[in-house]
């Protein structure tokens, strides 16, 4: 779906960065660009933020989370 937008998910660093900017994810969480040996094991890495901090976790990438979207990056 991102390929079709045009844009790039966040990496973990982007992730880290944006949440300098202003907090986001506070409710829910995001999916996250996952490196590629993680990816063909069948895991994916997601973030959000609570207790004050960023978390990064992983899960199934046939995981379902109805209020889990992913965040990204446009190159203009």
């Given at each position: 779906?991102?390929?079709?937008?045009?844009?790039?998910?966040?990496?973990?660093?982007?992730?880290?960065?944006?949440?300098?900017?202003?907090?986001v994810?506070?409710?829910?969480?995001?999916?996250?660009?996952?490196?590629?040996?993680?990816?063909?094991?069948?895991?994916?890495?997601?973030?959000?933020?609570?207790?004050?901090?960023?978390f990064?976790?992983?899960?199934?990438?046939?995981?379902?989370?109805?209020?889990?979207?992913?965040?990204?990056?446009?190159?203009?």
């Amino acid at each position: 779906m991102a390929d079709d937008m045009g844009i790039e998910l966040l990496t973990e660093e982007d992730y880290q960065a944006l949440q300098k900017l202003g907090t986001v994810d506070t409710k829910t969480s995001s999916w996250l660009a996952t490196p590629k040996e993680v990816r063909s094991l069948g895991g994916a890495i997601f973030g959000d933020w609570r207790f004050g901090r960023v978390f990064i976790y992983h899960n199934g990438a046939d995981s379902y989370y109805g209020v889990r979207g992913f965040r990204g990056k446009l190159r203009l």
